[in-house]
């Protein structure tokens, strides 16, 4: 009886496994207040949520990545030249997958909830 339900279910989890499927970390109360605290840090200096700053709108910036969050985690590990007739390409401190993974999580979480406390300005 219980094969019925265990078999497939091992199968099922080996298999997502195996394909080393992409998933972003929860976001918890700990995860926003790392990824606010990097954002401080490493993004505010040239990103406004909303407007124009130094850089695009992050508002806007991570709206294009909400279908595919893992282009994002690509663009934050590796930044290339995406606007180049707008904006310089985006120097950055090297992101760790970890750091890039967190920081994808809340803003796409941020994009979702804009009246979180948390969101940058
Ligand atoms: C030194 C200034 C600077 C800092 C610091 C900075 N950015 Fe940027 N960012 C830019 C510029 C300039 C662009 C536009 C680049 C382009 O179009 O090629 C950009 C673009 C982006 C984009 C949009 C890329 C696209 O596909 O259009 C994202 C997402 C982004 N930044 C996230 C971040 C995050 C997260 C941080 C902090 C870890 C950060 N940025 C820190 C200058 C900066």
Known sequence: MISRVVIPVVLLVSALL????FVLPAVTPELKKKAGEYYDNECKGCHRWARKFAAPPMKDNVAQYAQNPE???QYLMKPEPKH???WDPMEI??????DAKTMAAWLLY???HPDDPGRPK
């Open 110 to 112: 941020i994009l979702e």
């Open 84 to 86: 180049p007739d707008q």
């Open 71 to 73: 282009a994002l985690v």
């Open 93 to 98: 401190a090297p992101m760790s997958e970890s």
């Open 18 to 21: 195996a394909a080393d499927v």
